[in-house]
């Protein structure tokens, strides 16, 4: 054997030993209409998906508002029958946002010309309507009474075509949420 011939052998054991083969330069990597390809398709799908998650973000928006402001309501109702005491939603007059209050004089719960006071936790604080949604209501307050009723309310929330409805007409002593708009009897 030659000496050309060993070192032949040599680097052929040390290839098969360490894994190591020769790559052919042509077979690496992307060509540039592959990679345009991948990026058009992308891009497609992008622009399809996105109108999508904007028109769900809307509806969730007002969704997540219309719970809240069941879920106040229903608390009002609960803690009015607890403290034994009135307690009133009242909506700032642009309807942009709404706040607990209790009547400072309990001798009488249901005399509803008492004053009134935010109460004094976290319930007491102003809660925003989003920006972008609408609001309706048949009434600018409404009161919780300790027997249990509720003055008769509908809001309605919008927020484009998307409208829900928080009403407390149509069943005595309950909150209930409506798909729509629900309109008053009689319009």
Not at 16 to 27: D, F, K, L, M, N
Not at 100 to 122: C, G, I, K, V, W
Request: include cysteine.
């Amino acid at each position: 054997m030659t000496k050309y011939s060993l070192r032949k052998v040599a680097a052929d054991k040390h290839r098969a030993v360490s894994g190591y083969r020769r790559v052919r330069p042509t077979a690496a990597g992307f060509t540039l209409i592959e990679i345009i390809l991948v990026v058009v398709v992308i891009s497609v799908l992008a622009g399809v998906a996105v109108p999508h998650f904007s028109r769900s973000f809307k509806n969730l928006l007002v969704q997540t508002t219309v719970n809240q402001l069941a879920s106040v309501m229903r608390y009002a109702q609960g803690r009015s029958i607890a403290q034994r005491a009135v307690i009133r939603l009242i909506f700032k007059e642009n309807l942009n946002a709404y706040q607990l209050q209790q009547a400072t004089d309990t001798s009488d719960p249901l005399n509803a010309e008492e004053a009134f006071e935010p109460l004094p936790n976290r319930w007491g604080r102003w809660f925003l309507i989003p920006v972008g949604v609408e609001a309706e209501a048949t009434r600018r307050t409404i009161e919780f009474y300790p027997d249990g009723r509720i003055q008769k309310a509908r809001v309605i929330l919008c927020h484009e075509q998307r409208c829900l409805t928080v009403s407390s007409r149509d069943q005595r002593g309950r909150v209930l949420i409506f798909d729509g708009r629900l309109e008053e009897e009689g319009e």
